[in-house]
């Protein structure tokens, strides 16, 4: 059974920067790629960005291109998310998943997610 565990939200004011951590398990994690999702307050969940099985190829939403940065330790089955240039509108919960190579389908249940809240 896959799991993950988001941690390293917090408060912060826009323009600055924190940096998330989910730690994966379950399955083999270098062979899956990872992605991150965020939830704002009364709207749906939404795609953030996504990270290859190498880490070599990553994706991202439009609206955190140039400001966030995904990255993995394989290693240490740990899948990060560095934001930067921190705006309101990034407030939300943030959740990591597996998901299936080459396609947007995630793979087990969602974790708790970790809070992210931007001041302005």
């Known amino acids: 059974q896959v799991q993950v565990i988001e941690s390293g939200g917090g408060l912060v004011q826009a323009g600055g920067s924190l940096r998330l951590s989910c730690a994966a398990s379950?399955?083999?994690?270098?062979?899956?790629?990872m992605g991150w999702f965020r939830r704002a307050p009364g709207k749906e969940r939404k795609f953030v960005g996504k990270?290859?099985?190498?880490?070599?190829?990553?994706v991202y939403a439009d609206s955190v291109k140039g400001r966030f940065t995904i990255s993995r330790d394989n290693a240490k089955s740990t899948v990060y998310l560095q934001m930067n240039s921190l705006k309101p509108e990034d407030t939300g919960v943030y959740y990591c998943?597996?998901?299936?190579?080459?396609?947007?389908?995630?793979?087990?249940?969602w974790g708790q997610g970790t809070q992210v809240t931007v001041s302005s």
């Open positions: 998943s597996w998901m299936i190579g080459g396609t947007g389908v995630t793979i087990g249940s």
């Open positions: 379950g399955r083999t994690f270098s062979t899956y790629d």
């Open positions: 990270i290859s099985w190498s880490g070599g190829s990553t």
